[in-house]
């Protein structure tokens, strides 16, 4: 993943440069997001292989044909899902 900095020749004022770190950040929160659903994908893939997709990695129940439907990389069943959220809060 690129983690290079925009770098501009140019003398900025302090907007310009708040602007440069807001946009800097933007871009490396996207890779991120971008990486975090590719890892995700492949989670799935190795999941249908595995022979285990659409088992929650929780609690071992199945996960819902519709959860599934909408997030085909969903690796919890919904209330698994809400209680690692909540955990993360």
């Known amino acids: 993943m690129s983690r290079e900095q925009i770098v501009d ?3 900025q004022d302090s907007g310009d440069q708040a602007q440069s ?12 997001a971008e990486y975090e ?10 999941a249908i292989d595995a022979g ?14 519709k959860r599934l439907k909408h997030f085909p990389n969903a690796s919890r069943c919904i209330a ?3 209680a ?5 809060q």
């Open 21 to 32: 770190v807001v946009m800097e950040s933007l871009r490396n929160s996207l890779q991120d």
């Open 37 to 46: 659903e590719y890892d995700r994908l492949v989670k799935a893939l190795a």
């Open 52 to 65: 285990t997709y659409g088992v929650c990695a929780d609690c071992g129940a199945s996960i819902g044909e």
């Open 80 to 82: 698994c899902q809400e």
């Open 84 to 88: 690692f959220e909540a955990r993360k």
């Open 9 to 11: 020749d140019q003398v």
